[in-house]
Nanobody, 114 residues
Framework: VQLQASGGGLVQAGGSLRLSCEAS????????MRWYRQAPGKEREWVAA???????NYGDPVKGRFSISRDRAKKTVWLQMNSLEPEDTAVYYC?????????WGQGTLVTVSS
């Protein structure tokens, strides 16, 4: 199983980006699909999560600005990021937690200029 993240880039403050994470291979026993981010010199930070039933949760810094969603087959998870701020600059990683293991994507860089 591999997770392929995409959609990062350079955007001005106030702009939007949509990240995608597509899983290849068969994944069973999904508990949650999440996005994390890691800014330069900082620890990895949880951003958002969604369960197979569609219940979502967000970290305080992104509440009201970011939205996580997934497809019915649970093979793709998206992160819609609006009202981006320079503080959102980071490498964003997707994660799928199953009852057996955790899968991680390779990361996609988001840079927000002021």
């Amino acid at each position: 199983v591999q997770l392929q993240a995409s959609g990062g880039g350079l955007v001005q403050a106030g702009g939007s980006l949509r990240l995608s994470c597509e899983a290849s291979g068969n994944i069973v026993g999904i508990k949650a699909m999440r996005w994390y981010r890691q800014a330069p010199g900082k620890e990895r930070e949880w951003v958002a999560a969604i369960t197979p039933s569609g219940i979502n949760n967000y970290g305080d810094p992104v509440k009201g600005r970011f939205s996580i969603s997934r497809d019915r087959a649970k093979k793709t998870v998206w992160l819609q990021m609006n009202s981006l701020e320079p503080e959102d600059t980071a490498v964003y990683y997707c994660n799928i937690e199953t009852v057996y293991t955790n899968y991680w994507g390779q990361g996609t860089l988001v840079t927000v200029s002021s």
